[in-house]
């Protein structure tokens, strides 16, 4: 079974316009973490936003943030205000299992959504 | 944030050659490295957990003779695709987490393009 399932291959939005990708994961650890990440076309892996599984309150950066549901087993990315920098691949992952120091568990990818914006 | 580096950025080999990547963290120790392979228009997958002094973890299916990792410090991890034939042409990218624990952040390198001919 998919751990991480993005069922979107490819979003259109118009510039300035705010954009959600979706993402539901499948686990039954109770802590794990929640990533997203920008590859554009250079092929470089950026990182967007962190969301624990404890943590109450949605994770915002910037622009981004995590519409974190948890019994719904998804935490999509919303893109507020997109630039035409914003065009590139995003990747939804996760990190099953507790973190602990000196060591760090693997994480799995989605599929991704390739994200394009129109001027 | 934490900066990871790549080594080559592309490489083109004969096939039956051996390729040697290498992954640097540049301002921060790194006990473990994640070596992933991308194939065109697809995901990441995890290959192997690299864990400085101390043998590699391959992940179901990744022929540990044929991808050899070796994490020679704490800042550098190499990966050498040993006697590369073509299907062995893939977009190969590490990353790593900043050392200390508490953190859920794993920096990627910018990734390494094998062609085999």
């Known amino acids: 079974a998919q751990k991480i399932t993005q069922t979107q291959p490819g979003m259109f939005v118009q510039e300035k316009e705010a954009v959600t990708l979706d993402c539901t994961y499948d686990t039954s650890d109770q802590s794990y973490g929640l990533f997203w990440y920008k590859q554009p076309s250079s092929g470089e892996m950026i990182f967007l936003i962190y969301?624990?599984?404890?943590?109450?309150q949605n994770a915002t950066e910037g622009r981004y943030s995590l519409n974190f549901q948890k019994a719904r087993k998804s935490a999509n990315l919303v893109i507020s205000a997109s630039q035409l920098g914003d065009s590139a691949m995003y990747f939804c992952?996760?990190?099953?299992?507790?973190?602990?120091?000196?060591?760090?568990?693997?994480?799995?990818f989605g599929t991704g959504t390739k994200l394009q914006v129109i001027p | 944030g934490a900066v990871v580096s790549q080594h080559p950025s592309w490489v083109i080999c004969k096939s039956g050659t051996s390729v040697k990547i290498e992954c640097r963290s540049l301002?921060?120790?790194?006990?473990?490295m994640f070596w992933y392979r991308q194939f065109p228009k697809q995901s990441l997958m995890l290959m192997a957990t690299s864990n400085e002094g101390s043998k590699a973890t391959y992940e179901q299916g990744v022929e540990k003779d044929k991808f050899l990792i070796n994490h020679a410090s704490l800042t550098l991890s190499t990966l050498t695709v040993t006697s590369a034939h073509p299907e062995d042409s893939s977009f190969y990218i590490c990353?790593?987490?900043?050392?200390?624990?508490?953190?859920?952040?794993?920096?990627f390198g910018p990734g390494t393009r094998l062609t085999v001919l």
């Open positions: 992952a996760m990190r099953e299992g507790r973190q602990y120091s000196g060591g760090y568990q693997k994480v799995t």
């Open positions: 990353s790593a987490p900043p050392g200390g624990g508490g953190t859920d952040t794993q920096y």
């Open positions: 969301q624990g599984s404890y943590d109450e």
């Open positions: 301002d921060f120790q790194a006990t473990t």
